[in-house]
């Protein structure tokens, strides 16, 4: 264990490991952060993380480039949004109640129809993917370098959406009409900003999000699609998106803390069976809950999250 | 007319489930198969066959359970997610108890293994119920991370300290034979869980429809201030029917110990406590409609075996109907009677009556 630390290319593979790990959740949560800042829960992110890999594998597969993969992919993604946004903000529906049947229909349909589409082969294929880029200079620098600037452009695009979601949430019009939804939207209606309007705006992305967080599972690390192959990643962003607290950057920090974790316990399985991965593996989740508790600095989600909105009068 | 267009609202759930079951044979047509076949294979073995019976009663009764678990606290006003935790946890207590507590009668240790599965399942819960009443802390938030530490606490437990010896696969021990529980059809494997699940769905109806403890939970759950003027505690029905809860889901992973695999397995609930969400939902929150709807989606599960066996369909076709059920459901609920056309119309031809009947008596 401690020779990681001690070793500049051991170390740098090991981060690279936690990075490339935490990159999808990275996508799936800020996802979550701006759909639950606009005030609707998106406990489908798990399903719509797996819609966005089946369509990344059913585009890379048909257009034998990875292009039309990752727009397929996010399209999905957005399909599966779409649902929860006309169930959970058009129909009122309780949005967790719809996010559980996105899950349970995305588990069964991919599983199902990518042995119809791919004949059975999903499993043995290799998809043409996005092969890392290192940005000269800036690779160069030990250990960081090679960590952080030679990825693909889908990290390179994670790079650039977190700063652009931390931006648009904190410092545009947008952005304060988006947590004032979140916060208030009666208050928010009354000022003339359209709840549902933005509501939908912002599960739409949170969907393409999640839906890109797939897509870089198939198109950037394992180059197939196989069945669940989302593995609980969309529950993880979940507690990513409180440890963060509802914001880009938080959210961030906390996946790729996550992404560390799950590197550590990796590792065990394989190096160390005297130390219980699982540890590794509750740690997250345990981090989470005290950090609700307030013992790691106290995070207060949106106060109309999971509320369905209606005018009194129409 | 009214009265035809009033039943179809009224029965909008069925027909929610026949358009469900509808596009679910589209995905059924585009895998190449005849949905035919398939629904007849599937809703014919789950119901109608002997053996497909007794699994779906063996399915149906953590669904059941699990179910429960999310009904009672709904009912006042909180949402339970963690039940798939509260599985894990009461299958962990339940054998615990029965591999380690010195021997008993094969009743009475079976009771106290059941106890012990609740015991697990409610301090489980214990955790969310106690932050959400004295620290208002979201139990949606809580309950979803607790079922994560559960599951890995006992995929732990099973791989390490109560690992069976030279097994190949994490799992314990196997528990003495006289702590399985009593089975319901002779040569199957449905077990005495799900008469207690049903047992405890016409408890828990009476209690929460007949009964002032009851009538207070509804009141917490509809108007927390007006039950707060009223006199009756907030904090206390949050905690005991989330801890309820939890115990209820506890059984549910009792069971599936006592009644079925004999072990505590590495993984092994396979998402019962999120379908319990499902059956809550489907049941409005009811307890008897609980058992319906936990009937449904055990058949559903069990059909799915023998649909793949006699036409070739995937077992996967089944998640996606259950999600689609649930979409359509949930869909059908936003059309409300009142709200229709048809309902504006009959209040004209009323109050046109009640006009010609004001002009009759002058």
New interface residues.
């Given amino acids: 264990m401690m020779n990681i630390l001690s070793d500049p290319t051991m170390l740098a593979d090991f981060l690279a490991t936690a990075l490339r790990l935490s990159v999808p959740v990275i996508f799936a949560a800020l996802g979550g952060v701006l759909s639950e800042r606009s005030g609707v829960?998106n406990?489908g992110l798990e399903g719509m993380i797996l819609a966005g890999a089946f369509g990344a594998a059913v585009g890379g597969y048909f257009a034998g480039t990875p292009l039309v993969g990752l727009a397929v992919g996010i399209g999905f993604g957005v399909l599966c949004a779409l649902?929860l946004a006309v169930?959970g903000v058009s129909?009122?529906?309780?949005q967790?109640?719809?996010g559980?049947?996105?899950?349970?229909?995305?588990?069964?349909?991919t599983?199902?129809?990518s042995?119809?589409v791919f004949h059975g082969q999903g499993n043995t294929m290799h998809l043409d993917g996005f092969m890392p880029i290192a940005i000269p200079g800036l690779a160069d620098i030990p250990v960081v370098g090679p960590v952080l600037f030679k990825q693909d452009v889908l990290v390179y695009a994670m790079y650039a959406l977190v700063a652009l979601s931390y931006w648009i949430m904190f410092h545009t019009r947008w952005g304060l009409n988006i947590r004032a939804v979140g916060e208030n939207p009666r208050a928010a209606d009354t000022a003339g900003i359209s709840v549902p309007r933005l509501r939908y705006a912002c599960v739409l992305t949170s969907g393409g999000l999640a839906g890109l967080g797939g897509c870089y599972l198939v198109l950037s690390q394992i180059f197939l699609f196989s069945?669940h192959m989302s593995a609980?990643k969309g529950?993880i962003a979940?507690?990513a998106v409180?440890l963060g607290r509802w914001s880009p950057l938080g959210a961030l920090f906390a996946c790729l803390l996550f992404g560390v974790c799950d590197a550590l316990q990796l590792r065990l399985q394989f190096a160390n069976p005297e130390v219980?991965y699982?540890?590794f593996?509750?740690l997250p989740?345990?981090v989470?809950?005290l950090a609700?508790?307030?013992l790691v600095g106290k995070p207060t989600?949106p106060a109309a999250v999971?509320l369905h909105y209606e005018r009194e009068s129409k | 007319m009214v009265a035809a267009v009033r039943l179809l609202y009224a029965t909008k759930s069925v027909w929610a489930i026949l358009c469900a079951l509808l596009v679910g044979a589209i995905?059924i047509m585009?895998?190449?198969s005849d949905p035919l076949a398939a629904y007849a294979a599937l809703f014919h073995g789950a119901f109608f066959e002997y053996h497909g019976i007794a699994t779906t009663l063996v399915k149906m009764s953590p669904l059941l359970l699990a179910g429960l678990a999310v009904v009672l606290p709904l009912r006042a006003g909180l949402?339970n997610?963690g039940a798939e935790g509260q599985i894990y946890l009461g299958a962990l207590f339940a054998t615990l108890a029965a591999l380690y507590l010195p021997a008993m009668p094969g009743w009475l240790h079976i009771t106290v293994c059941s106890l012990a599965g609740m015991l697990g399942g409610a301090l489980w819960a214990l955790?969310p119920a106690y932050?959400k009443a004295w620290?208002n802390?979201?139990e949606?938030?809580?309950t979803?991370?607790?079922n994560?530490?559960g599951i890995?606490?006992i995929?732990?437990a099973v791989?390490?300290p109560m690992m069976d010896e030279g097994a190949p696969y994490p799992y314990s021990a196997e528990i003495r034979e006289d702590l399985w529980l009593p089975h319901i059809l002779p040569r199957t494997d449905a077990h005495l869980g799900v008469v207690i699940g049903v047992a405890l769905a016409v408890l828990m109806y009476f209690v929460l429809e007949r009964t002032s403890i009851g009538y207070s939970i509804n009141t917490v759950g509809r108007n927390p201030q007006a039950a707060r003027y009223a006199g009756m505690s907030v904090r206390q029905h949050i905690v005991w029917t989330l801890v309820a809860g939890g115990a209820l889901a506890g059984l549910a992973g009792t069971y599936e110990v006592l009644g079925l695999k004999y072990r505590l397995f590495h993984m092994f609930s396979a998402g019962y406590g999120?379908d319990g969400?499902?059956v809550a939902?489907l049941s409005g929150s009811h307890p008897l409609y609980a058992i319906l709807a936990a009937l449904f989606l055990g058949g559903l599960r069990s059909g799915a075996n023998i649909m793949q066996r006699a036409v070739g369909v995937?077992t996967?076709?089944?998640?996606?109907?259950?999600?689609?059920v649930?979409?359509f459901v949930?869909?059908s609920?936003?059309f409300r009677f009142e709200r229709s056309r048809w309902a504006v119309l009959w209040r004209r031809r009323k109050d046109v009556d009640a006009a010609l009947a004001g002009a009759g008596e002058k």
């Fill in positions: 829960y406990i649902l169930l129909l009122g529906v309780n967790i109640v719809a559980i049947a996105i899950n349970a229909l995305m588990l069964g349909l599983a199902f129809l042995r119809v069945e609980g529950f979940l507690a409180i219980p699982q540890a593996v509750i989740y345990a989470s809950i609700l508790i307030g989600p999971g | 995905v585009a895998g190449g949402f997610i955790v932050l620290h802390i979201n949606v938030i809580v979803l991370l607790m994560y530490i890995n606490l995929s732990y791989s390490g999120y969400i499902v939902f995937p996967t076709v089944v998640d996606s109907i259950e999600g689609l649930v979409i949930a869909t609920l936003a």
